[in-house]
């Protein structure tokens, strides 16, 4: 059973990814936070398998910042960014920055296949942003 550690500052965005996921059996979410700092402190007691990272995070710490410093703590956390920015530059970097993964906001089929294939070990990125 994979578990999950959801970032995101959009409390609507968490509840959906999480009913999303409990309606999965192979994954569950067991964490979530709306911002960089809290984020860091519960990861502290959680060990999550995947954390899933909105990059436009609001506050002191943007998700590009925290996404460096989860990856600086944490290196084999696999982190999957989910986004706005359909650019495959934007995703690059992000993957570059210690990402294994990067979607698109709004896809459910590519989201939940993405957590699965960094789950795996793999990397993945949407076909939508790839132009696929």
Same mark, same amino acid.
């Given at each position: 059973?994979?578990?999950?550690?959801?970032?995101?500052?959009?409390e609507a965005v968490r509840q959906g990814y999480t009913l999303l996921i409990h309606r999965e059996g192979d994954m569950t979410v067991i964490g979530e936070s709306s911002n960089g700092a809290e984020a860091l402190e519960q990861m502290q007691t959680l060990s999550p398998d995947i954390v899933v990272l909105d990059i436009s995070l609001q506050g002191?710490?943007?998700?590009? =910042?925290?996404?460096?410093?989860l990856h600086k703590q944490y290196p084999k956390l696999a982190i999957l960014v989910v986004s706005g920015h359909d650019e495959m530059v934007y995703a690059e970097r992000m993957m570059r920055l210690g990402a294994r993964g990067y979607?698109?906001? =709004?896809?459910?089929?590519a989201f939940l296949h993405a957590l699965r294939e960094v789950a795996r070990g793999n990397t993945y990125v949407s076909d939508h942003v790839r132009g696929g």
């Amino acid at each position: 059973m994979a578990t999950i550690y959801i970032i995101d500052d959009h409390e609507a965005v968490r509840q959906g990814y999480t009913l999303l996921i409990h309606r999965e059996g192979d994954m569950t979410v067991i964490g979530e936070s709306s911002n960089g700092a809290e984020a860091l402190e519960q990861m502290q007691t959680l060990s999550p398998d995947i954390v899933v990272l909105d990059i436009s995070l609001q506050g002191s710490m943007d998700g590009v =910042g925290l996404l460096r410093e989860l990856h600086k703590q944490y290196p084999k956390l696999a982190i999957l960014v989910v986004s706005g920015h359909d650019e495959m530059v934007y995703a690059e970097r992000m993957m570059r920055l210690g990402a294994r993964g990067y979607v698109m906001k =709004g896809d459910a089929l590519a989201f939940l296949h993405a957590l699965r294939e960094v789950a795996r070990g793999n990397t993945y990125v949407s076909d939508h942003v790839r132009g696929g």
